[in-house]
């Protein structure tokens, strides 16, 4: 089993910078990748960035050049570093792992993130 700790979020500014961490454990060795989601009040959940084992990204058109995502592969960690952030990024964002087939095989307690003056 593998298991995610999120850590960050909180209140920002519009315009302001915050940083996200997920810190795996447990089956790291069955991991693909790792990511985030976030669900808004009212909306699906929706993918916002991914990194892999070969270190490739993905980043929904919503945040891209905005957000990065990175990782630390002696801490089993990753990172998604935002930017430039907007109310609209306010939302519970989740950490979760994948493995080889595209399964999710954990989720992250969850974190809020409100983009608000």
């Known amino acids: 089993q593998v298991q995610l700790v999120e850590s960050g979020g909180g209140l920002v500014q519009p315009g302001g910078s915050l940083r996200l961490s997920c810190a795996a454990s447990?089956?790291?060795?069955?991991?693909?990748?790792m990511g985030w989601h976030r669900q808004a009040p009212g909306k699906q959940r929706e993918l916002v960035a991914r990194i892999n084992i070969s270190g490739r990204t993905n980043y929904s058109d919503s945040v891209k050049g905005r957000f990065t995502i990175s990782r630390d592969n002696a801490k089993n960690t990753v990172y998604l570093q935002m930017n430039s952030l907007k109310p609209e990024d306010t939302a519970v964002y989740y950490c979760?792992?994948?493995?080889?087939?595209?399964?999710?095989?954990?989720w992250g307690q969850g974190t809020q993130v409100t983009v608000s003056s």
């Open positions: 447990g089956s790291i060795s069955s991991i693909y990748a």
């Open positions: 979760h792992a994948i493995n080889r087939d595209y399964v999710i095989l954990s």
